[in-house]
């Protein structure tokens, strides 16, 4: 049974810890843990307060021993999810943050934070596989094609990604690539602004007036708002004029549209000639 003076001074500690004064709650926790190894509640709320000053590594220590004394406490596995969280160690925060909900599956937070982790991961996966392909030896089209669309997925995922500083290499790769398209000889008269508004954005990439490009592809969207191409050449413009979150979504239309677009083609539009 514990002791009452341990009481007292565990209570005084919690008192400090609910104001934020935590200095005073290390110091009587210690105190407490040093008097009682085995004290649970101590140990947890040890390290709540090294989390909350940004000492996630002795927030893991303190919280691991808090659960070697209860194991089976859901919010100690949830906290030391966000320890680990804090220093990016994912995989492991994700398990804590199951054991958690196995252990109490009403756990909001838990299941809050487990969705949050396992976003990340995946979003993670996407960037690495995406710069594999992009910095590769000699990438070919298909490298890239593949490369633009993980990275797009991992920013769409998580907008914070690292991935959108990738975006514009993949982009100029691309374009570096990029291939000519033709129409038809004769186009339905209700698509000829929708051509000649493409022609126009293609010339005004052609002199990397990509806030002209912008202008003229989004005039053609308005003639065809389902064209795969035009959000395409869309995304282009807006890597360029450094406006990541927009060349993303454009992109991503690009493959709602079409899930297997060729971001290689994105070359001059020529009509055929009559036959």
Request: aromatic content about 10%.
């Amino acid at each position: 049974m514990t002791h009452p003076a341990i009481v007292a001074k565990l209570e005084r500690a919690l008192d400090a810890l609910h104001r934020a004064d935590f200095p005073a709650a290390v110091e009587l926790l210690t105190e407490v843990v040093n008097e009682e190894p085995g004290n649970a509640r101590a140990w947890q709320s040890l390290g709540v307060c090294y989390q909350e000053t940004a000492q996630p590594h002795l927030a893991m220590e303190a919280l691991m021993r808090s659960l070697r004394a209860q194991p089976l406490d859901a919010t100690t596995h949830y906290l030391l999810g966000n320890a680990y969280g804090a220093t990016g160690q994912l995989e492991r925060a994700a398990a804590c943050y199951r054991r958690a909900l196995e252990i109490d599956p009403s756990h909001a937070k838990a299941e809050e934070f487990l969705i949050k982790a396992e976003s990340l991961l995946e979003s993670r996966e996407h960037y690495r596989t995406g710069l594999r392909l992009l910095y590769s030896a000699a990438p070919t089209a298909d490298d890239l094609n593949r490369a633009i669309r993980e990275l797009v997925q991992s920013v769409a995922i998580f907008d914070g990604s690292p991935a959108r500083d990738n975006l514009l290499e993949a982009a100029r790769q691309l374009f570096e690539l990029r291939r000519e398209w033709t129409l038809p000889a004769e186009i339905p008269p209700e698509l000829e602004p929708w051509a000649s508004a493409c022609e126009r954005g293609f010339q005004c990439v052609q002199f990397k007036n990509w806030v002209g490009a912008r202008a003229a592809y989004e005039e053609a969207l308005q003639y065809r708002v389902q064209d795969a191409f035009v959000h395409h050449a869309l995304g282009f413009s807006f890597v360029e004029l450094g406006e990541p979150s927009d060349a993303v979504r454009a992109w991503l239309r690009t493959l709602e549209i079409n899930a297997d677009y060729d971001f290689t083609q994105f070359g001059r539009i020529q009509r055929a000639p009559p036959r």
